[in-house]
């Protein structure tokens, strides 16, 4: 569902053609191409803008835990040069705002749990500067380099009672899976040297929830004020509900500076008043979400003009504009937008604007990008409009093998609308010859099928499939009116979109249309079971994480009332009793007949396993041939490269399998 955009969607990138090879071919991408495959995450560029620090992580198989450090990146040269080694966990980077020092969370070898460190640039260790018992999520400096502030989790509940044996706790709005009642989290302040941290909130608010969306505080610009994306509760549930609240960092009672529901992410321009933040377009649920900002006292919509979704925004220096990151077509791309006016897309050339930005106090933005050919790299912008130029090849042994072919794809779907998708064809292709044909469908529903490098994809495309990845109404990457498509009509109408898609592909004559498998992850896998229960056109089928039954999922899932947007009401109410059971894939496994693998997290509190388990019976009695393999993970998605690979390997093998 809606966390898949951190876990497969962040996969289904693909990649082009390269230019062949005199002499022998050069080998296609292979599994073990896959357990090569550097990680770039956080690039955070310093003020100046002339160093990026960024973490690098290198896949171990021995260990099954990859090695990371925090490296160093001239943006001169692109020389690079590692800062740590042998740290656990490195994550949020941050640096000091007049970049004497950097900032990094890491696990510490005493309490066992996230930390923050800070690191002297002009040499010498990191020091650790909190030991909170539970870890720290997320922090930020105050304007003057002196303090720190960041949210960590409140202690267990009943603490004391727990520790008598008495542990019963009462179910509101957690997941299933859940052993206890969860405690909030708060804000705390630290000075940057170390020392005694001190605690600003306290209550039965909080600002992260069991699944995340905690958002780094927010200083304003005189240092005196704080604020914090403030959730209903600790549990995710009625997250929706968040609101943007501050506090003085003396302590108090929060005052709340956004009161719109669902407003998160507050950062404050640099050197003003002026705020901005995210929230639901209109505050509708099944919208994207929109970059407002509150200026002169008004709040207004700035994206409203471009009426689409964006997954993270940053002020640049002048205060006067924002960069913004989304999807734009089968792109991913950043707009300059104004504080008022038209926006901008930034010159990004074939580079896919994938992973975070960072922008310094003179312009320059550093990310994490990718094109059609080349995994994730470390990109920079001397400014919004300058190009964009490479500073890492830390993946350069891609360049040397044979990839599938990508272009994008378009068609006129139902209900007039204008959709798009990505074909990859197989390595080797041949004009004038047919091949069997694989989907790989999104997840989310709110994601998108990108042009970028995908390692899930060119595995097919070296077995020698096409690869077609659909995008569908609810999808982010064509404007709002298509994302709010999929309201009261979450498979019905999405099928007919992939459906017309297929038929798309179909017309190019290149396909052998007795070979067509589909498959998916999450709400990709929720649409590989929907079509396998209504059109009798596949040959096989591959779904991960899948959702079968939304009465289920609703039920015991941990997005809850995030599900009741979709519907507009709950599956256990006379509005909401019909529509749910329709739209669920489980009402309709009678009527499969495609093979199919099954795969799963066991502790899945995303897409709970029972969904999978209630579709592998269902298909198992009715005699349709059926593998369930559970991988014992709490996670959406397995996170290690060994499962990784299990992962991709069984799911080319099984369209190999059945398809060749």
């Known amino acids: 569902m809606k966390s898949l955009a951190s876990a497969l969607f962040l996969f289904s990138l693909l990649t082009a053609w390269p230019i062949a090879a005199v002499s022998a071919p050069a080998p296609a991408f292979q599994l073990s191409d896959v357990q090569k495959l550097?990680?770039?995450?956080?690039?955070?560029?310093?003020?100046?803008?002339?160093?990026?620090?960024?973490?690098?992580?290198?896949?171990?198989?021995?260990?099954d835990k990859p090695k990371q450090e925090l490296d160093l990146v001239d943006t001169a040269s692109g020389t690079r040069r590692a800062l740590t080694w042998d740290r656990e966990e490195v994550?949020?980077?941050?640096?000091?705002?007049?970049?004497?020092?950097?900032?990094?969370?890491?696990?510490?070898?005493?309490?066992?749990?996230?930390?923050?460190?800070?690191?002297?640039?002009?040499?010498?260790?990191?020091?650790?500067?909190?030991?909170?018992?539970?870890?720290?999520?997320?922090?930020?400096?105050?304007?003057?380099?002196?303090?720190?502030?960041?949210?960590?989790?409140?202690?267990?509940?009943?603490?004391?009672?727990?520790?008598?044996?008495?542990k019963v706790f009462q179910v509101t709005d957690g997941n299933f899976l859940l052993k206890e009642a969860v405690?909030?989290?708060?804000?705390?302040?630290v000075p940057a040297a170390g020392g005694q941290a001190k605690q600003l909130t306290e209550g039965a608010f909080s600002l992260d929830t069991d699944q995340g969306g905690a958002t780094p505080p927010a200083w304003s610009r005189d240092g005196r004020r704080i604020a914090f994306t403030k959730f209903p509760s600790p549990y995710w549930g009625p997250s929706f509900h968040s609101v943007i609240a501050e506090v003085g960092v003396s302590g108090g009672t929060p005052a709340v500076l956004v009161a719109d529901q669902?407003?998160?992410?507050?950062?404050?321009?640099?050197?003003?008043?002026?705020?901005?933040?995210?929230?639901?377009?209109?505050?509708?649920?099944?919208?994207?979400?929109?970059?407002y900002v509150s200026f002169n006292g008004k709040i207004y919509d700035a994206s409203a003009a471009l009426a689409r979704n964006f997954n993270f925004f940053h002020w640049l220096p002048d205060g006067k504009a924002l960069v913004m990151q989304g999807e734009?077509?089968?792109?991913?791309?950043?707009?300059?937008?104004?504080?008022?006016?038209?926006?901008?897309?930034?010159?990004?050339?074939?580079?896919?604007?994938?992973?975070?930005?960072?922008?310094?106090?003179?312009?320059?933005?550093?990310?994490?990008?990718?094109?059609?050919?080349?995994?994730?790299?470390?990109?920079?912008?001397?400014?919004?409009?300058?190009?964009?130029?490479r500073l890492t090849d830390v993946n350069a042994f891609v360049d040397g093998l044979s990839l599938g072919r990508t272009e994008s794809i378009e068609w006129r779907g139902p209900n007039g609308f204008h959709e798009d998708g990505v074909?990859?064809?197989?390595?080797?292709?041949e004009p004038g010859h047919k091949y069997p044909l694989v989907l790989v469908i999104h997840g989310g529903p709110e994601g998108a099928s990108t042009v970028g490098f995908s390692p899930l994809t060119q595995l097919l495309a070296a077995a020698g499939f096409l690869v077609f990845q659909p995008n569908y109404r609810g999808s982010i990457n064509l404007g709002d009116q298509y994302q709010h498509a999929i309201y009261r009509d979450t498979g019905k109408g999405p099928g007919k979109d992939v459906m017309a898609g297929l038929a798309a592909v179909e017309k190019l004559g290149i396909v052998d249309k007795n070979n067509i498998g589909v498959t998916g992850w999450?709400?990709?896998?929720?649409?590989?079971?929907?079509?396998?229960?209504?059109?009798?056109?596949?040959k096989a089928a591959v779904a991960g994480a899948p959702l079968t039954d939304?009465?289920?999922?609703?039920?015991?899932?941990?997005?809850?009332?995030?599900?009741?947007?979709?519907?507009?009401?709950?599956?256990?109410?006379?509005?909401?009793?019909?529509?749910?059971?329709?739209?669920?894939?489980?009402?309709?496994?009678?009527?499969?007949?495609?093979?199919?693998?099954?795969?799963?997290?066991?502790?899945?509190?995303?897409?709970?396993?029972?969904?999978?388990?209630?579709?592998?019976?269902?298909?198992?009695?009715?005699?349709?041939?059926?593998?369930?393999?559970?991988?014992?993970?709490?996670?959406?998605?397995?996170?290690?490269?060994?499962?990784?690979?299990?992962?991709?390997?069984?799911?080319?093998?099984?369209?190999?399998?059945?398809?060749?």
Not at 372 to 377: K, L, S, V, Y
Not at 423 to 429: K, Q, R
């Open 328 to 389: 734009l077509g089968t792109r991913s791309v950043l707009w300059r937008q104004p504080l008022s006016g038209n926006a901008s897309l930034l010159d990004l050339g074939d580079v896919n604007a994938d992973g975070a930005l960072s922008v310094s106090k003179t312009g320059s933005l550093a990310f994490i990008g990718s094109t059609a050919t080349h995994p994730g790299e470390l990109y920079v912008m001397d400014s919004v409009h300058a190009q964009s130029r």
């Open 423 to 429: 074909l990859t064809y197989p390595v080797g292709y």
């Open 522 to 538: 999450s709400y990709g896998g929720y649409m590989t079971t929907w079509l396998s229960g209504h059109y009798n056109v596949w």
């Open 91 to 166: 994550s949020a980077v941050r640096w000091s705002p007049d970049g004497t020092r950097l900032a990094f969370l890491a696990e510490d070898p005493q309490t066992k749990k996230p930390q923050i460190f800070v690191m002297p640039m002009n040499g010498g260790d990191a020091k650790c500067i909190t030991d909170d018992k539970q870890g720290v999520d997320t922090y930020s400096w105050s304007p003057d380099g002196r303090h720190i502030a960041f949210i960590a989790q409140d202690p267990p509940l009943s603490e004391k009672a727990i520790k008598q044996h008495d």
């Open 550 to 660: 939304w009465v289920m999922d609703y039920t015991i899932a941990y997005y809850q009332t995030g599900d009741r947007y979709f519907f507009g009401s709950s599956p256990w109410t006379d509005a909401g009793w019909k529509i749910w059971r329709a739209q669920s894939p489980i009402t309709y496994v009678r009527n499969v007949r495609a093979p199919t693998l099954l795969m799963s997290d066991v502790d899945d509190a995303n897409v709970p396993f029972v969904n999978a388990e209630e579709w592998y019976h269902g298909l198992r009695d009715n005699g349709v041939p059926v593998e369930f393999y559970a991988y014992p993970e709490t996670t959406h998605f397995p996170q290690d490269i060994v499962q990784t690979t299990d992962v991709y390997r069984r799911w080319v093998g099984w369209m190999v399998k059945y398809l060749k």
């Open 183 to 189: 405690a909030p989290w708060q804000l705390w302040v």
């Open 262 to 291: 669902g407003a998160v992410s507050g950062a404050y321009a640099p050197d003003s008043e002026d705020f901005a933040f995210q929230r639901p377009r209109h505050g509708d649920e099944n919208n994207g979400n929109a970059v």
């Open 38 to 63: 550097v990680s770039l995450s956080e690039p955070q560029i310093s003020p100046d803008g002339r160093q990026i620090a960024v973490i690098v992580s290198t896949p171990d198989w021995e260990t």
